[in-house]
């Protein structure tokens, strides 16, 4: 009886009226919790065999506890309990839901599993994770705020459509911000501290190597992050952030999605970055930068 109330309530959409399921999009199967998300990028890594215990790991999708770990009241953070055997749904264990789900929801948005112009219901994005509606909305809600999704009365969220020009917008806020930063990094850091980032460079690569492009986007993030951190500005690192997080989510159709040559190719700038600045080549610095943003390099 508790648990049918608890379906009704969680039925409504976000302004409180019947969730109209059939009007949203079906989930996809192939949607999948964190840790599964992982295990399939994982996958192609260790057919080749690239993995040893002296290798830096591959920076993966985030998973960050948040405020409300351990057991407590599924409105918040919202205490789980195992789904039933073989019921097929995949249950997100860890202490932060909401945190988890939106970590889930970002993989999935950059490997192109939640499709542009489609509207997916929280409710049923929710059975699929093995949760209630309440924390898969609270994630949508703060992708809406990101721009990734949009709220769409009565049936669920969109997966807002981007254009070819949004991508170059993003790309040239990008190169305006983080081109004087990298050059003034260039001229003062000591070559000994960029040496330090090399297992970060090195690793993008191996993460490029896998083909999922969330495995490398997380990656890459690392690496940029390492690199404008040692400004010593806080407030430029989430900004930058932010970019970075929009510019990998895909076009609609795919057209702009990079394949496995791409992401490598992508990822040994990383490398030639890092000896242009050990070099303190200035005329190289910016250009790496400024095409590694644009797609000129």
């Given at each position: 009886?508790?648990?049918?109330?608890?379906?009704?309530?969680?039925?409504?959409?976000?302004?409180?009226?019947?969730?109209?399921?059939?009007?949203?999009?079906?989930?996809p199967?192939?949607i999948?919790?964190?840790?599964?998300?992982?295990?399939?990028?994982?996958s192609?890594?260790?057919?080749?065999?690239?993995?040893t215990?002296?290798?830096?790991?591959?920076?993966?999708?985030?998973?960050?506890?948040?405020?409300?770990?351990?057991?407590?009241?599924?409105?918040?953070?919202?205490?789980l309990?195992?789904?039933p055997?073989?019921?097929?749904?995949?249950?997100?264990?860890?202490?932060?839901?909401?945190?988890?789900?939106?970590?889930?929801?970002?993989?999935?948005?950059?490997?192109?599993?939640?499709t542009?112009?489609?509207?997916?219901?929280?409710?049923v994005?929710?059975?699929?994770?093995?949760?209630?509606?309440?924390?898969?909305?609270?994630?949508?809600?703060?992708?809406?705020?990101?721009?990734?999704v949009?709220?769409v009365?009565?049936?669920?969220f969109?997966?807002?459509v981007?254009?070819?020009?949004?991508?170059?917008?993003?790309?040239?806020?990008?190169?305006?911000?983080?081109v004087?930063?990298?050059?003034?990094l260039?001229?003062?850091?000591?070559?000994?501290?960029?040496?330090?980032l090399?297992?970060?460079?090195?690793?993008?690569?191996?993460?490029?190597?896998?083909?999922?492009?969330?495995?490398?986007?997380?990656?890459?993030?690392?690496?940029?992050?390492?690199?404008l951190?040692?400004?010593?500005?806080?407030?430029?690192?989430?900004?930058a952030?932010?970019?970075?997080?929009?510019?990998?989510?895909?076009?609609?159709?795919?057209s702009?999605?990079?394949?496995r040559?791409d992401?490598?190719?992508?990822?040994?700038?990383?490398?030639?970055?890092?000896d242009?600045?050990?070099a303190?080549?200035?005329?190289?610095?910016?250009?790496?930068?400024?095409?590694?943003?644009?797609?000129?390099?």
């Amino acid at each position: 009886m508790e648990q049918a109330r608890s379906r009704r309530a969680e039925g409504s959409a976000e302004t409180g009226t019947a969730d109209v399921r059939a009007q949203a999009a079906p989930v996809p199967s192939r949607i999948r919790s964190v840790d599964e998300v992982r295990e399939r990028c994982e996958s192609a890594d260790r057919a080749r065999g690239e993995h040893t215990h002296s290798e830096v790991p591959i920076p993966r999708p985030r998973v960050a506890d948040g405020p409300h770990g351990g057991e407590g009241s599924r409105a918040g953070g919202e205490a789980l309990r195992e789904a039933p055997s073989g019921s097929g749904r995949h249950v997100v264990q860890r202490a932060s839901v909401r945190r988890q789900i939106l970590d889930a929801l970002r993989t999935a948005l950059v490997a192109g599993e939640l499709t542009p112009g489609e509207v997916y219901s929280a409710p049923v994005l929710g059975e699929r994770f093995g949760v209630s509606a309440t924390p898969v909305r609270e994630a949508m809600q703060q992708l809406a705020l990101e721009g990734a999704v949009e709220v769409v009365p009565n049936r669920g969220f969109r997966v807002v459509v981007r254009g070819a020009r949004e991508l170059a917008e993003l790309a040239e806020i990008r190169t305006l911000i983080e081109v004087p930063v990298v050059l003034r990094l260039a001229r003062t850091v000591p070559g000994e501290r960029w040496a330090e980032l090399r297992p970060l460079a090195e690793a993008s690569v191996r993460a490029a190597s896998s083909g999922c492009r969330a495995t490398y986007a997380e990656s890459d993030r690392v690496f940029h992050r390492a690199v404008l951190a040692l400004a010593g500005n806080e407030q430029l690192l989430r900004i930058a952030e932010d970019l970075h997080r929009r510019a990998q989510w895909p076009l609609l159709g795919g057209s702009a999605a990079r394949g496995r040559a791409d992401l490598i190719a992508d990822a040994a700038e990383h490398s030639t970055l890092l000896d242009a600045l050990i070099a303190q080549d200035l005329t190289v610095v910016q250009s790496l930068v400024r095409g590694h943003f644009t797609g000129t390099s």
